[in-house]
């Protein structure tokens, strides 16, 4: 039993420094947060203009598929980036040619994105 608790004891370690870091952050906002209320604490804030209209306005479908794929090029980066450090490292022909295959991937929904006109954006004046 001591044998494994001390294998596993940086487990336990790790666990409790994750417990305390979770909690801090929930504690250190509370601490410093300013404690002043009144009108212009509860009004939205639209830098500097006083707002107009209603905040529940609709917009375009396409602003959401825009979104989603940055999130998906991100998340694409993500991958890239340790990919990128072990071809520094050891670099190989094989190696090169499936990552040029992995960014082929990554090409083909921004070409059907673009084949759909996501990237058209339609603006509106108001007046």
Do not use: H, Q
Not at 58 to 82: H, I, K, N, T
Not at 112 to 127: I, L, N, S, T
């Amino acid at each position: 039993m001591g044998e494994v608790l001390r294998d596993f004891s940086f487990v336990l370690v790790f666990a409790l420094l994750a417990l305390i870091l979770g909690l801090i952050v929930f504690f250190i906002p509370y601490l410093i947060a300013p404690r002043v209320y009144g009108d212009k604490t509860e009004s939205l804030y639209e830098c500097g203009i006083d707002p107009y209209g209603s905040a529940w306005i609709r917009y375009s479908v396409l602003f959401y598929l825009y979104a989603l794929m940055f999130v998906g090029f991100e998340v694409d980066v993500l991958y890239l980036f340790p990919v990128g450090v072990s071809y520094l490292k050891e670099g190989s022909i094989k190696e090169f040619l499936i990552l040029l295959i992995f960014l082929a991937f990554l090409l083909l929904p921004l070409l059907y994105a673009y084949r759909k006109g996501v990237f058209k954006w339609k603006f509106e004046v108001r007046g």
